[in-house]
């Protein structure tokens, strides 16, 4: 799945304003892009969606927001939602989604290095 290279970037600038230029990583994964925030997905790229990890208690009131439920194939993702690039016409109305992904995965603890 190709991604809105335009979005991909705009969201590459929030995150950066909310984790810090060195506090994430961009990965490619499902066929777009992922930033990750002290090793936890935090958002990324869907086609021409902005993906976000909202965690299973984050989702119903996502929805209400105007978000839908992400899947892959038949399968839907617990925890993350997808909201139309469409619904992200500024930069607050983007930091609105990206921020609270942000926070959440700085609150987590890293996960144990593979190896």
């Known amino acids: 799945m190709a991604y809105d290279e335009v979005l991909a ?27 990750t925030v002290n090793t936890h997905m935090a958002v990324g790229t869907a086609g021409d969606d902005l993906m976000v990890h909202v965690g299973k208690e984050g989702v119903d009131p996502a ?28 930069r607050a109305s983007l930091d609105a989604w990206v921020r609270p992904a942000v926070e959440r995965s700085l609150a987590r603890p890293p996960k144990p290095a593979r190896g």
């Open 9 to 35: 970037q705009r969201i590459r600038e929030a995150v950066g304003a909310a984790a810090g230029d060195d506090g994430y990583r961009e990965i490619r994964m499902f066929g777009g892009l992922c930033w």
């Open 63 to 90: 929805l209400g927001q105007g978000a839908r439920r992400a899947t892959m194939g038949e399968r839907t993702m617990g925890g993350v939602v997808l909201v139309a690039a469409d619904d992200l016409p500024d």
